[in-house]
């Protein structure tokens, strides 16, 4: 099986991709994330998984799309906030994997405590029947703590918010800053 792993953020890739590695399931990785924001946190995640990707020998494909507009214009609720941000990531990651011979894909997002993680396990098999690929679903949830322990150890950049304006905006009212 040849597998595509979106990834979403440098410490959120660490476990899963360590676990995929340990058991030999070829892979490789794939950026696309434009509810990054703002610019500069977009562009540090970014680096973060390039540095990572290349301490570990992971090839990883870049799709440098940035939607503030988007973000910015919202207006639903954070349920719908989280769908939409879902679904335009893994959409795009189910129509690479079909466009590049990729026989299935994954998300980093299925680490994080912190993620609908139901709501992307449906997203995803949504999205793998629409391109005709498959959505290899692992709960990588228990290593989560292990896997940002080892980011922090490699100096990898870790945020404080999920990476939407909305929940950025959120974060500075939560610090102060």
Not at 52 to 74: A, M, P
Request: glycine share 8%.
């Amino acid at each position: 099986m040849k597998l595509l792993l979106h990834m979403c953020c440098a410490p959120c890739s660490v476990y899963p991709a360590r676990v995929l590695q340990e058991e030999g399931v070829s892979f490789e990785g794939f950026f696309y994330n434009p509810n990054i924001h703002p610019r500069d946190e977009f562009i540090k995640r970014r680096e973060n998984v390039e540095k990572f990707s290349l301490q570990k020998g992971i090839r990883v494909s870049y799709t440098d799309d940035f939607k503030q507009d988007v973000w910015e214009n919202f207006k639903g609720s954070g349920d719908e906030r989280c769908r939409m941000c879902y679904s335009l990531r893994l959409d795009r990651a189910a129509a690479f994997s079909k466009e590049h011979g990729f026989d299935a894909f994954t998300t980093t997002l299925l680490v994080s405590p912190y993620q609908k993680h139901d709501l992307i396990k449906e997203l995803g098999g949504k999205f793998a029947e629409r391109y005709g690929v498959g959505f290899y679903y692992r709960d990588f949830r228990p290593g989560f703590r292990q896997g940002q322990q080892e980011a922090k150890e490699m100096g990898l950049y870790r945020q404080r918010f999920c990476g939407c304006i909305l929940s950025y905006n959120e974060s500075k009212q939560r610090t102060g800053k």
